[in-house]
């Protein structure tokens, strides 16, 4: 008798795991078939060109930033002063300043460059009637044992061409005393702006300075890269370009200014004559 019993409940329990065995091995088949599937239409997409899909494991790779912000310079130029027809030694007759200046030629630097005197303003002698878009170029050469022996040097625009003051409209300041600091500063637009670039690699080297104006909007480039853009000027129809010479030039400090530049565009000039 419990033999019988054993046997009909062997038999009962094989009668109820054999369907849910089946019903098992249908859902593992399915599962399996699902993720070759999505496998198969991974490889697919790649094949075809798509980013394969983020995982979420590992570090995800940097995107890449693709802008254009390169300096364009006027393609009619209104000016160009490489003081080639200025003696050495002497101030050139194209510029003025409430100090003084002198013409100069350095042996590992080819070209003629300014002497600027510590403090001293420097003006343009003919004020040239600066359309609303142009640029101006200029190089800055320090000469120098360490670039913190300069005071900043200021460039930009004021309301007149006089020297015996400055009525600024906007300006920039290469702060060489701190290495790597410049300031722009408008009083048109009461706009402030601090920031970093390093000057250490400019001692005893020109850097090349670019300046791009259209109509309140002013551009600022140092070697190239872009520094500053920002709305510096607010109805100001007379804009004279400006030069102030660092205060101080410590430890026999020199810096020398040259390859002077200003251009406009002359599609924007077409329609004018």
Same mark, same amino acid.
């Given at each position: 008798?419990? !033999?019988?019993?054993?046997?009909?409940?062997?038999? *009962?329990? *094989?009668? %109820?795991?054999? @369907?849910?065995?089946?019903? %098992?091995?249908?859902l593992l088949d399915s599962v399996k078939n699902q993720v070759e599937r999505k496998a198969t239409e991974q490889v697919e997409?790649?094949?075809?060109?798509?980013?394969?899909?983020? +995982?979420?494991t590992g570090p995800a790779r !940097? &995107?890449?930033?693709?802008?254009?912000?390169?300096?364009?310079?006027?393609? &009619?130029?209104?000016?160009? /002063?490489?003081?080639?027809? +200025?003696?050495?030694?002497?101030? @050139?007759?194209?510029?003025?300043?409430?100090?003084?200046?002198?013409?100069?030629?350095? !042996?590992q630097v080819p070209g003629r460059w300014l002497d600027l005197q510590a403090s001293a303003i420097y003006k343009l002698a003919t004020p040239i009637d600066l359309p609303e878009r142009f640029t101006i170029e200029f190089d800055l050469l320090t000469i120098v044992?360490?670039? /913190? /022996?300069?005071?900043?040097?200021?460039?930009? %625009?004021?309301?007149d061409g006089s020297v015996a003051g400055?009525?600024?409209?906007n300006k920039v300041g290469l702060q060489y005393y701190n290495s790597d600091k410049f300031l722009v500063t408008s009083r048109a637009t009461d706009y402030y702006h601090e920031s970093?670039?390093? &000057?250490?690699?400019?001692?005893?080297? @020109?850097?090349?300075?670019?300046?791009?104006?259209d109509g309140e909007q002013?551009?600022?480039?140092? /070697?190239?890269?872009?520094?500053?853009?920002?709305? &510096? %000027?607010?109805?100001n129809a007379s804009r004279h370009f400006y030069l102030v010479a660092p205060s101080r030039m410590d430890h026999g400090a020199r810096l020398a200014f040259g390859n002077f530049r200003v251009a406009a565009f002359g599609e924007d000039l077409a329609g004018l004559d």
């Open positions: 008798m419990t !033999r019988s019993i054993a046997c009909l409940a062997a038999l *009962l329990a *094989l009668a %109820f795991f054999a @369907p849910a065995h089946a019903q %098992f091995s249908r997409r790649v094949m075809d060109g798509e980013p394969a899909a983020a +995982t979420g !940097r &995107l890449e930033v693709v802008a254009s912000s390169g300096f364009v310079p006027g393609n &009619l130029v209104l000016m160009q /002063d490489g003081f080639v027809d +200025t003696e050495d030694g002497a101030m @050139p007759r194209t510029w003025k300043t409430n100090g003084s200046g002198q013409l100069i030629q350095i !042996r044992e360490s670039i /913190d /022996d300069l005071y900043p040097v200021e460039f930009g %625009f004021a309301h400055n009525r600024e409209i970093r670039f390093d &000057l250490r690699g400019y001692a005893n080297r @020109p850097m090349p300075v670019a300046i791009a104006v002013m551009q600022v480039y140092l /070697d190239g890269s872009k520094v500053s853009d920002a709305r &510096l %000027f607010r109805d």
